[in-house]
């Protein structure tokens, strides 16, 4: 047999042969697997570093879209804050409007009721001082003892001094109620086509004249603006005339104050302009003059609100120019800074 036959020394090279072999396969075995093994774990990794890859662009994405939607929030937080600011302020400015047109009744009608025993105080009060002067030439026509003439003269003179002050007062007072009734008035004049910029000029030409002509020292420099697109417009002149002359008075009232205060400081200054901005007409006047305090900026358009001393004003300007424009379908306001300027703006429509 020839498998007999193989020596020891064959067997013993076919046994290590064979087991070379099977270790060879083993190993290769053993090599494919483990790289096949690295192969899973490196697709594993770049598996892992695309999804860590595609979270961080997640992220990043929510991040840009949180930032966008709070730009957003924040943008209608803001527009909402604001439409509610505007809708407060119109709610002021409405029951201001109210009040204003409650005042105006309430004034007419107190006015009516004070003029008609006014006119008698003063309708006596005449017929007082003719009697008066009467008396004083019946006692002098008659020889009266000294003592007795001179005690009833002096009497005579100190009745005929209360007399003259019950009348003076009394026809201030009929003029306070004149003007009240000027509330009442509700048609002053008609509707004309008007040059804004000529009206505007020549009222604080007028009013400038009249200031001077009572306050002499009184010098003031002036800025004006006429946009030449102001267009004719449909008022009542002397409606608006009357307006603008309580302006330019209280605003050279306001400056002449200033003066006494800072005397050669200070210059005064005025600035009347006129501008077209879409239907509207604007005439602006600002002076630098003393300004209106804060406090009392909500009174100003109030009848009878004044701070000048009693006598010289009766606070009825810009309570009588409110009335005017409002008729006129318009619109009024003032802004100051107190110790350094106060604007009037007064807005009309071309309809
Ligand atoms: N340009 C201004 N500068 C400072 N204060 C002003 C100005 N305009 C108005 N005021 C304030 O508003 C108040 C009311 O003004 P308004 O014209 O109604 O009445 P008046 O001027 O006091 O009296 P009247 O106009 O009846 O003579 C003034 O007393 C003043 O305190
Ligand atoms: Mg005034």
Redesign the pocket.
């Known amino acids: 047999m020839v498998i007999l036959d193989i020596s020891i020394q064959s067997r013993v090279i076919i046994g290590i042969s064979a087991m070379l072999v099977l270790f060879t396969s083993f190993l290769i075995v053993f090599i494919s697997n483990h790289r096949k093994k690295l192969q899973y774990h490196k697709n594993l990794q770049a598996l892992h570093e695309e999804q860590e890859k595609h979270l961080k662009e997640q992220n990043a994405l929510l991040e840009q879209k949180v930032k966008e939607r709070t730009v957003e929030l924040s943008l209608q937080t803001e527009s909402l804050e604001k439409t509610l600011d505007e809708l407060k302020a119109s709610q002021s400015q409405l029951i201001q409007k109210e009040k204003m047109a409650s005042l105006g009744e309430l004034t007419a009608g107190i006015a009516h009721e004070i003029q008609n025993p006014l006119n008698f105080v003063l309708n006596f009060g005449e017929l007082n001082t003719e009697l008066i002067n009467e008396m004083k030439s019946m006692i002098s026509a008659e020889t009266l003892p000294q003592k007795f003439n001179n005690e009833m003269n002096e009497l005579i003179n100190n009745f005929s001094g209360n007399q003259y002050k019950i009348l003076h007062h009394g026809r201030r007072a009929d003029g306070i109620v004149k003007?009240m009734l000027q509330h009442s008035r509700k048609h002053r004049g008609i509707l004309e086509l008007t040059d804004l910029n000529e009206l505007t000029d020549e009222y604080l030409k007028l009013s400038y004249h009249g200031f001077r002509a009572k306050h002499k020292s009184f010098i003031c420099d002036f800025e004006t603006s006429y946009d030449g697109a102001v267009e004719k417009i449909r008022i009542i002149p002397q409606d608006i005339g009357h307006i603008l002359v309580?302006?330019f008075?209280?605003?050279f009232?306001?400056?002449n104050?200033k003066i006494k205060l800072l005397q050669d400081k200070y210059e005064a200054k005025l600035f009347v302009s006129t501008e077209k901005k879409g239907n509207k007409a604007i005439i602006t006047?600002k002076?630098n003059?003393?300004?209106?305090p804060e406090n009392?900026m909500d009174?100003?358009?109030?009848?009878f609100?004044?701070?000048?001393p009693t006598g010289?004003?009766?606070?009825?300007?810009?309570?009588?120019?409110y009335d005017i424009i409002k008729a006129h379908r318009g619109e009024m306001k003032?802004e100051?800074k107190e110790g350094e300027y106060?604007?009037?703006i007064m807005e009309l429509n071309y309809q």
């Open positions: 003007n309580n302006l008075q209280n605003s009232y306001s400056m104050d006047v002076d003059g003393v300004g209106i009392i009174k100003i358009f109030q009848p609100f004044t701070t000048k010289e004003a009766t606070g009825l300007g810009l309570s009588l120019s003032a100051s106060a604007t009037f």
